[in-house]
């Protein structure tokens, strides 16, 4: 009943900030409506928008997190940047990775989106046909907002956005309901940010280099818990694999 109580306030903001996302998630309700009742179960679209927000609603219940990782290399000559890795670990739950699917969304008038999700989720990491990537890492902490985005469709907007400057635009404009981190890899630059409803934290890699883990690098604004004791060490050892690939 709570899960459910807290879907339908986020329904009503995702309606009025970005509803061509609520018009999706109806039409996924609608598509596993037959199917559902076949089977005796029940599915409506606040199951939908509950998976959506699943980060807000749930955080807090994993026991394990995820390194990202954006890299810009420089070309042979050592004048400038030419090519761009983004990746990432997400180390969760064994049984969801069955339930995982690479899927291409194509909007008119908007870029091809290449992402690694699951089903009923219209957001999450991957890429677009103009080279802006995002990235993730989820970060317990209070509190959350139901009148600002879910985390999940904040990854969506991104990838619909041509560069990583109006991705970021975009965000900051419609603010997240509760803390995260992402990465926006770029074939120009990439940054990392952590959207919430409180001025958004930047950084802006001198080296090329962005990764983060599940943990706040700085933080004066907002409660975080005690969460995962392996994230600093995850992020100790990113920056130590990486400085010994440069030299």
Known sequence: AHVRTVAKEFRTTIGQLVPH?????????DGLYAYAD???????????????????????????????????FRNSAGSGFERQLLGQNWDWRVGVGRNLAMVSIEQDGKPKIWM????GIVGKIGFNSSSVGVLLNAIRARPI??????????LRISLENESVDSAITAIEKLGGAASSQHIYPHCRHSQGMRPRALPAWRRLPPDGIVMH?????????VDEPPWLSGSPVRLERADASC???IR
């Open 116 to 119: 690694v999700t699951e089903p």
């Open 213 to 221: 883990t599940n943990h706040f690098l700085e933080n004066k604004l």
């Open 38 to 72: 076949e089977h005796g179960r029940s599915v409506d679209v606040l199951d939908i928008v509950a998976l959506n927000a699943r980060s807000e609603i749930a955080l807090g219940q994993w026991d394990d997190g995820c390194t990202s990782l954006a890299w810009r």
């Open 145 to 154: 907002s139901t009148s600002l985005l879910p985390i999940h469709c904040l």
């Open 243 to 245: 400085g010994e690939l």
């Open 21 to 29: 996302l609520l018009q999706e998630m109806e039409g996924i309700a």
